[in-house]
């Protein structure tokens, strides 16, 4: 019996031994750890004159601060300028009321934003979304011998992890005023669009340009929204893309307006012209931008069977329990395991194929809303767990937001939701 005894004290003082061993080794010794940054890509298609570069320089406008949510854009100076340039020659109702140059046929523009937030007072990279923006004219125009544009795109959207679709609000008008050209143009559009759509599987975005053009539609913009959609499905082919890929592919119905209702109006030319004295106050610009990640992740849960989603809330529950190097270290574990196999191989397109990273990323959106807990457990933990810590939250914020801004937009119009998936 006393020998037992002794047994158990001597494994007690080794185990405490090899625990102050352990804590004066992470403390002090060379841990090291590697940040990736994920980049995800966007592909923006619209015909010409359909407002993507209004859009465009009116999304970086209302995202590159951090006003309204916690992350902010940025990107090269010679794309701030252009961005810049395009939004104040748009703003300007006192020149000569030109609108910025827009994108030309088999033109092709690029764009790296560098999602970013701020970590103990210092801005931090969490993720890049490259954003290509085609005119559509490249899908339906024969091109010239030898060019190699048209292959480019198409391999461009089959890597693309978010397709946006621009749909001309101004043209919408027209087809339900009557005016010939409407639908004509309707129909011009969505053949550019739908083939690639249909065999795509990246999540769809259907963004309505110009929507202050249609505000006199109905008082109530739900039932604006709605007026608009029944227009769109009553196309058999754009009817036939929600219905097929409903269940299984998030696809959304976005309205936009660049400028924000009053800004402009049609003059009897059918021209869109400048009001006078008026103020820039764009609508919705962000979401299509804030949708790309959070979109991309329902889709992936809306694809996955139950065992699957069962041991993916499991993960997510221990790893809200979890310390810094435990949740950090468990990515690896996970990762093996048949549900993280899964995850890991939808998002194996070379736009998000980062592994432990993107899995991460994918785990903390489905996290709940952060809070301070774990900030204050930091306290507690050497310079490295600390800075871990910190991303962790800094990037669970950031997916709640980007989220956030897609809950209010359909929870504000229910019927910017084409597709029924979700769990």
Sequence with gaps: MMAVVLIIIFLSILLTLLAKHLRRRRATGPLTVTETIPTFNVVALGLQGSGKTLLLASMYHRLKAPTGQCYFITATRDDVLQLNDWYLQMADTAATGAWPRGTAKGETRHFTFTVKTHIDGAAHPILDLKYLEYAGELLTDLQDAGSTKQQELFAHIDSADALIGVLDGYRIRQHV??????????????????????????????????????????????????????????????????????????????????????????????????????????????VPLSAVVPGLFEQIETRLDHDSIAAIRAEVDRRTRQGALEAFASLTNFAGQLAGRTVLAMLGTPGAAFGDTVLGFFLDSRMGAPDDERARLGRELNEVEQRIESLQLARRRVMYDMRRKVDALEGRLPYSRLSEGGW
């Excluded at 893309?241 to 409903?246: D, P, R």
């Design 177 to 286: 005023d009557g005016h010939p050209e409407g639908p004509l143009h309707l129909e011009r559009t969505l053949n550019a669009l739908l083939p690639v759509m249909l065999e795509a599987t990246a999540p769809i975005s259907f963004v309505i340009t110009k929507w202050d053009l249609l505000t006199d539609l109905h008082p109530d913009e739900s039932t604006r929204l709605n007026i608009v959609r029944n227009l769109l499905t009553s196309n058999d082919h754009f009817r036939s893309l929600v219905n097929l890929h409903g269940a299984t592919r998030v696809v959304r119905l976005i309205p936009v307006s660049a400028v924000g209702p009053g800004f402009a109006t049609i003059d009897p030319n059918g021209e869109i012209v400048k009001t006078p004295q008026s103020a820039v106050q764009p609508t919705n610009v962000d």
